[in-house]
């Protein structure tokens, strides 16, 4: 299983940890939740960016912690894509604001690293067809979610180490 990340730090701000970081915590998402091979790409921006995005494409005009577009996820009347044999499984796009994971952060009580790692997993459950638009989804999404954090080090008992 090799999971592809494409990362892209567009504020400058998410330093060479918090990005190790990521890519530690999403290939241990892909390898518990046995994905295969992927691809998928993890782009940090500022409120006003993700907020630009939030409004054109999912008409809410306000910043947002994480957006996910999900390459496998079709809406009525689009065929679905399928992968090629032998090719890598293209996930779709995780958009994270760095200023947003910051307030959190400080609101919650944990770390820089905790909030990041959780946003980009969070972005990436939902790549893969987890959801919360119900409360069946949302205790399936979440338990799957802290089970996969605190495996890897980064669960609400830690200080946010893995």
Same mark, same amino acid.
């Given at each position: 299983?090799?999971? #592809?990340?494409?990362?892209?730090?567009?504020?400058?701000?998410?330093?060479?940890?918090?990005?190790? !970081?990521?890519?530690?915590?999403?290939?241990?998402?892909?390898?518990?939740?046995?994905?295969?091979?992927?691809?998928?790409?993890? #782009?940090?921006?500022?409120?006003?960016?993700?907020?630009?995005? =939030?409004?054109?494409?999912?008409?809410?005009?306000?910043?947002?912690?994480?957006? $996910?577009?999900?390459?496998?996820? #079709?809406?009525?009347?689009?065929?679905?894509? $399928?992968?090629?044999?032998?090719?890598?499984?293209?996930?779709?796009?995780?958009?994270?604001?760095?200023?947003?994971?910051?307030?959190?952060?400080?609101?919650?009580?944990? $770390?820089?690293?905790?909030?990041?790692?959780?946003?980009?997993?969070?972005?990436?459950?939902?790549?893969?067809?987890?959801?919360?638009? =119900?409360?069946?989804?949302?205790?399936?999404?979440?338990?799957?979610?802290?089970?996969? !954090?605190?495996?890897?080090?980064?669960?609400?008992?830690?200080?946010?180490?893995?």
């Amino acid at each position: 299983m090799v999971l #592809t990340i494409d990362m892209m730090d567009e504020t400058g701000t998410v330093g060479e940890k918090d990005q190790q !970081l990521v890519m530690r915590l999403l290939e241990h998402a892909a390898e518990m939740e046995k994905i295969g091979d992927a691809e998928v790409s993890v #782009t940090f921006m500022d409120d006003e960016s993700i907020r630009a995005i =939030n409004r054109d494409y999912r008409e809410k005009d306000r910043a947002t912690d994480v957006i $996910s577009f999900a390459l496998e996820e #079709t809406v009525e009347g689009e065929m679905a894509l $399928s992968t090629p044999a032998g090719m890598p499984r293209i996930l779709g796009d995780i958009l994270i604001s760095t200023e947003t994971a910051d307030r959190q952060a400080g609101e919650y009580g944990h $770390s820089r690293e905790r909030e990041i790692g959780f946003l980009a997993l969070h972005g990436f459950l939902h790549l893969l067809g987890y959801d919360h638009m =119900n409360d069946e989804d949302e205790k399936r999404m979440f338990g799957r979610q802290e089970e996969i !954090l605190k495996l890897f080090g980064l669960g609400r008992d830690t200080d946010g180490r893995p």
